[in-house]
């Protein structure tokens, strides 16, 4: 006992460097945790930026779109004609966009973004010089295959976001993009009241998109590969979860940056072949019942849209003026849906699967109430709360499929679902024309029962998805 009291302190025995440690690592600390607030801060920045870029492209994209069927009609085409050309966007987009998000992939968001939208800009000024059918055809090839630029955006999110947050980003990027698409048939309309109003209106989005190329070039790309450095030496030794589920993002964004340049500068037959065999690996992958939910769903709320305004005229005597209010009511709540995921998610404990089966069933039985609804009350009801079902749900079906698919090949996993995305609006106004040789209720009540056939999918799979899920907390 004796000899225990006269032992001197360990600090005292070690001297003052000893003594010193724990304040040197208080101060590693400290460092860190401020290294970490930088790299906060610049990924922010980062972000917000790419909100604008949503924000421009939708917005310069709604300006022309709703004006090309009069358009094309000016210049002497037929209906089949027009809906020939219309199907041709779609098609091209079809094929397109698996290549363009695995082509991202390889060379880097950068400069595949920058690619997508000076050769979209270039579509547009082509349709503002489109005098004939075949200019006005030939101005559609450009931005069929390369109007990718909300895709590789949300790829670029995915690889700057933790898993966590991702959902949240997500649905405020979306909310960002659709407040253009709110605003620009506004501006479009009112700007082809004027003399040669469509062809201005053309011009002006191609030169939207040169502005959108020019923020894509000015976003503060060394600011986040800094901020990602500081953000790696700062978490060293921090306990944290969101800090160390980013620290791995960011060491894996890096890696796969510094491979993406690498590969800029490849073949381009080597960057072919490296295209095909990723989308040889995402076809030969159990993501099946991921996209087969996701097109089931989009075809149901594609069936739901198709004859709106007609259904609701022939069933309610409403003018298609009120459809058109009743639509545009509805885009504002989305984006009001997507300034909520946040809060929505950490209710769910961001259990995105959980999120998604119920968002799901919610749109099921909303397009149900719909299709029964006998005043136009209950349609107004249903497409208050679908507004908030179908805009939660497509976000949670995209986080799924990055968490399902992995981070690595987010442009890729992203470009094959809007390619599933491409057939479903080729398939739905297929089915909505025979179903509605039989009722102006049957396209929405098809659209009933593919949406079960999805929710029966999602809980067939159910512990797959939770079987993930414990993993990836492990992990983390």
Request: proline share 3%; aromatic share 10%.
């Amino acid at each position: 006992m004796l000899r225990a009291a006269a032992a001197p302190p360990a600090a005292t025995r070690r001297g003052p460097a000893a003594a010193a440690g724990p304040m040197e690592e208080e101060e590693e600390e400290d460092g860190g945790r401020g290294a970490a607030g930088r790299s906060t801060a610049a990924s922010g920045r980062f972000v917000r930026c790419l909100y604008a870029v949503g924000f421009l492209d939708l917005f310069g994209v709604s300006m022309v779109v709703p004006l090309m069927n009069l358009h094309i009609k000016s210049l002497g085409a037929s209906h089949t004609v027009a809906g020939i050309i219309g199907s041709l966007y779609g098609i091209m987009q079809l094929f397109s966009s698996t290549f363009v998000g695995c082509w991202s992939d390889i060379v880097g968001r950068r400069y595949s973004l920058l690619a997508c939208i000076l050769l979209s800009a270039l579509g547009y000024f082509l349709l503002g010089t489109s005098t004939t059918v075949f200019l006005f055809a030939i101005s559609r090839v450009p931005v069929g295959i390369f109007k990718h630029t909300l895709s590789i955006s949300k790829a670029l999110l995915s690889d700057l976001v933790s898993e966590r947050d991702r959902p949240l980003v997500m649905g405020r990027f979306n909310a960002a993009s659709s407040v253009g698409f709110i605003l620009g048939p506004v501006v479009g309309g009112y700007l082809t009241e004027l003399e040669d109003g469509f062809y201005q209106t053309s011009f002006i989005c191609a030169y939207i998109f040169l502005l959108n190329a020019g923020l894509v070039w000015m976003l503060p790309w060394s600011e986040e590969n800094t901020g990602n450095r500081e953000h790696q030496r700062g978490n060293k030794g921090t306990d944290s979860f969101s800090a160390k589920a980013n620290h791995d993002l960011h060491l894996k964004s890096a890696s796969n940056g510094a491979m993406a340049r690498d590969s800029l500068f490849q073949s381009p037959w080597i960057q072919v072949a490296t295209v095909l065999k990723r989308i040889k690996g995402i076809a030969c992958s159990d993501l099946w019942d991921i996209f087969l939910v996701r097109l089931l769903m989009s075809v149901a709320i594609l069936l739901y849209y198709s004859n709106f305004s007609l259904a609701l005229e022939e069933r309610f005597g409403v003018k298609p003026l009120f459809a058109g209010y009743l639509m545009s009511y509805s885009s504002a709540l989305g984006v009001l849906a997507g300034c909520l995921l946040g809060p929505i998610t950490r209710l769910y404990q961001h259990n995105t699967y959980r999120i998604l089966l119920h968002s799901s069933t919610l749109t099921c039985t909303l397009i149900l109430l719909y299709a029964s609804a006998l005043s136009i009350w209950m349609v107004i009801l249903s497409s208050t709360f679908l507004a908030f079902s179908t805009t939660i749900g497509r976000t949670c079906i995209i986080d799924l499929e990055l968490t399902i698919g992995g981070n690595e090949a987010s442009g890729t996993l992203l470009g094959v679902g809007q390619s599933v995305t491409s057939v479903g609006r080729i398939v739905a106004p297929l089915l909505s024309g025979i179903a509605q040789e039989f009722s102006p209720c049957g396209p929405p009540s098809l659209g009933v029962g593919l949406a079960l056939v999805a929710i029966l999918i999602m809980n067939a799979n159910k512990q797959k998805y939770c079987s993930h899920g414990n993993v990836k907390l492990k992990n983390q």
